[in-house]
């Protein structure tokens, strides 16, 4: 079984830099897609990035241009490093997989229920 873990989470200022990190336990298969969501207080779940197998990555509107996404296969690890942050960004980031059998990763879009496996979260906050 498969097992997400998130971590790099914490407190910044507006403007600052965050690099979260999932650690990907188990074995996964040779084809997978990843993503980031986010959940904050009060809110729906929101999908804000995927990225295939092979390392391309698609990004919501929200976080483009901001956020990049990133992954490590030989060290089964997801990457998001996060740059001018603002306080609409604090919220609960969790990483997600998806193993595929064919195909790329774009008809999973952006919604939580095509994923099958799931990180505990990682808070982040940003604030003055």
């Known amino acids: 079984q498969v097992q997400l873990n998130e971590s790099g989470g914490g407190s910044v200022q507006p403007g600052g830099s965050l690099r979260l990190s999932c650690a990907v336990s188990?074995?996964?298969?040779?084809?997978?897609?990843m993503a980031w969501f986010r959940q904050a207080t009060g809110q729906e779940r929101e999908g804000i990035g995927i990225i295939t197998n092979s390392g391309t990555a698609t990004y919501a509107d929200s976080i483009r241009g901001r956020f990049t996404i990133s992954r490590d296969n030989a060290e089964g690890t997801l990457f998001l490093q996060m740059n001018s942050l603002k306080p609409e960004d604090t919220a609960m980031y969790y990483c997600a997989a998806r193993e595929v059998l064919y195909g790329g990763c774009a008809f999973l879009g952006f919604r939580d229920d095509m994923y099958s496996y799931w990180g505990q979260g990682t808070q982040v906050v940003v604030s003055s």
């Open positions: 188990g074995t996964i298969g040779s084809r997978s897609c």
